[in-house]
């Protein structure tokens, strides 16, 4: 099957193959490297590698580091491991960055054509004379500069004569043009900074909107895929693809991005600022959407590509339910993950009438949906530990659990009675005592009588300790945070209940659990062994996802 659903960027490169417009699909992977990729570049990913892979193309990934004060190695590592993860092996691995020279060029070529001049003009001037979408822009002082004049000054811009913003390299277009992007937009900087790839070679860097269209046409990108704010860049795309007289053609296309509830913050100067101020664990805290943070939350790459191929592609904006990334995970970890039982608030229960010696081993499946995946022995004894919320002192109408006098079944084992609760001072239960009934032992086919609830347990005397970490929304009421906006109030709504760590219990089996490794705990839902946190002898669980939900593709 094909790695990406039918979308209308897959249309168009059907046709471009078919009237031998191009005769190979190229495109390119181009994230800034200034923070770490989250879940919106993974649709990115996704279409630009499984386009070309539908079509037996090839896919670049490229840093676009034109950029230098934001940009750092962590970063370029930390996405090549991500795009890596997700399962995709790139082309050819670039750095806009080497491209400088050939930009540099470029740039002169504008200059001797006419179509570029150096602006005195300071970026505040600059800005305002470009004028609005009902003004036009006015010309600027130094717009008829020679040639000749334009190519000096712009030698020495290079040379590092002149200061940061005391000059730019503007192309010449059209000031009063609609689309104020073709209102010579600036296309060269000044900034004395050191480049994390270049060093101290250079102090002019070209701005994203003229590097970008280089950088796809000197790798031969035939179809270049972005998000729809740059819908507005297209016409200067063209302009400087056919005025710098590239030899590739690359055209651009763009989709919407991907926005998904309860996850607003996809950006990753918005998730730096959540790590730089210490409210996040990291850029792989399991609570932000970054790739490394589901990465170590459990997700898996299968689930991720599903349900990227599954939103589609498309043009109009709309908001992604999270619950169906969640169902991709739980799609995928269904008849994979071993069902074991974890006690997450833990209340012990005394069986008075088990021989107080006494211990067995119990037949458990290792998932009820998945045969193949065999049994296992757990151990039973005299004390065991209940989850919390599995006993009720005055239980509601229809609690089926335990309660003084009520008996239940225990998940792979025997029907418990509950005879008598134990308070400390508080007057908080801090035991139970019960009996069992022997006959009534999972798998023998008792029959005798019924009980209508089933709760799970570890047994005590070797319960492996452990700790568990759920987590909610690290943000509240987001309503506004869907489009990009600037503004940093999001920082203001973080939710304090973000993270709730439990001291509980798993079956003695886990002990051997390493980083990574997934579990289905009983009633509990999808559970990941933290890669960071766990030690031996004491695992620490991140909740993947809760068992159910309402949502349906
Ligand atoms: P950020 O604001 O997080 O830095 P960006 O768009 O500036 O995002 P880039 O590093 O430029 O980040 O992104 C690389 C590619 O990923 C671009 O082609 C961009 O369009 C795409 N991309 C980024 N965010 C999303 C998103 N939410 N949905 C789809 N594609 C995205
Ligand atoms: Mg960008
Ligand atoms: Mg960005």
């Not at 730096?272 to 210490?278: P, T």
Request: aromatic share 10%; net charge negative; glycine share 6%.
């Amino acid at each position: 099957s094909s790695a990406t659903s039918s979308n209308f960027i897959k249309t168009i490169m059907e046709e471009d193959l078919a009237a031998g417009k191009v005769t190979e699909i190229v495109t390119r992977f181009p994230p800034e490297p200034n923070g770490y990729l989250h879940i919106g570049h993974a649709k990115s990913i996704c279409l630009n590698f499984g386009l070309a892979d539908d079509f037996g193309g090839r896919t670049n990934l490229r840093f676009d580091d034109t950029n230098p004060v934001k940009e750092d190695v962590e970063y370029v590592e930390s996405i090549k491991r991500d795009v890596q993860w997700l399962g995709f092996d790139w082309d050819g691995l670039f750095f806009a960055s080497d491209y400088f020279g050939r930009m540099y060029e470029k740039a002169r070529l504008l200059i001797d054509k006419g179509l570029a001049y150096v602006d005195d003009q300071n970026a505040d001037r600059i800005r305002e004379s470009r004028g609005t979408l009902t003004e036009p822009g006015i010309e600027s002082p130094f717009r008829n500069r020679s040639a000749e004049e334009n190519l000096a000054l712009f030698e020495r811009m290079k040379n590092g004569e002149f200061g940061n913003g005391e000059k730019v390299l503007r192309a010449k277009i059209d000031m009063a043009s609609p689309n104020i992007n073709m209102r010579d937009p600036v296309i060269y900087r000044i900034v004395h900074a050191h480049h994390h790839n270049t060093g101290d070679a250079w102090c002019i860097y070209p701005m994203y909107a003229f590097a970008h269209p280089l950088e796809d046409a000197f790798e031969g990108v035939t179809h270049s895929i972005c998000t729809l704010e740059f819908e507005d860049q297209r016409p200067f795309y063209d302009w400087v693809i056919e005025h710098c007289e590239t030899e590739a053609k690359p055209h651009q296309y763009e989709f919407s991005r991907l926005v998904i509830d309860k996850m607003p913050v996809t950006s990753k100067r918005k998730l730096k600022l959540l790590v730089d101020n210490g409210i996040v664990d990291g850029w792989d805290d399991p609570r932000l959407p970054t790739i490394s943070g589901l990465r170590r939350k459990g997700y898996t790459p299968e689930a991720i590509r599903h349900f990227c191929r599954e939103v589609g592609v498309s043009k109009s904006f709309g908001i992604v339910d999270e619950r169906m990334l969640e169902h991709f995970i739980r799609e995928d970890l269904k008849l994979k993950a071993l069902r074991t039982m974890a006690v997450l608030r833990p209340l012990k229960v005394v069986i008075t009438n088990y021989p107080e010696d006494g211990s067995e081993w119990l037949e458990a499946e290792n998932n009820a949906e998945n045969e193949e995946m065999g049994t296992r022995q757990i151990p039973f004894s005299r004390e065991i530990f209940i989850e919390r919320d599995d006993f009720m002192e005055v239980p509601p109408p229809k609690y089926f659990r335990l309660f003084p006098g009520n008996e239940v079944r225990l998940k792979n084992a025997y029907f418990i009675k509950c005879e008598e609760v134990v308070k400390n001072g508080a007057g908080e239960v801090t035991e139970l005592r019960c009996t069992y009934d022997p006959e009534t032992k999972s798998g023998t086919g008792f029959t005798g009588r019924k009980v209508k609830g089933t709760i799970h347990w570890v047994d005590a005397s070797q319960a492996v300790p452990a700790e568990f970490r759920l987590f909610e929304p690290l943000v509240q009421d987001e309503a506004e945070e869907t489009e990009e906006t600037e503004n940093s109030s999001f920082l203001d709504r973080i939710n304090p209940n973000s993270l709730e760590t439990l001291q509980g219990y798993v079956e003695p089996g886990m002990k051997e659990a390493a980083g990574g490794d997934k579990f289905q705990f009983f009633r509990h839902g999808y559970f990941n062994v933290d890669p960071n946190l766990s030690g031996p002898d004491r695992p620490v669980f991140n909740r993947i996802v809760s068992l159910k939900s309402s949502f349906e593709i």
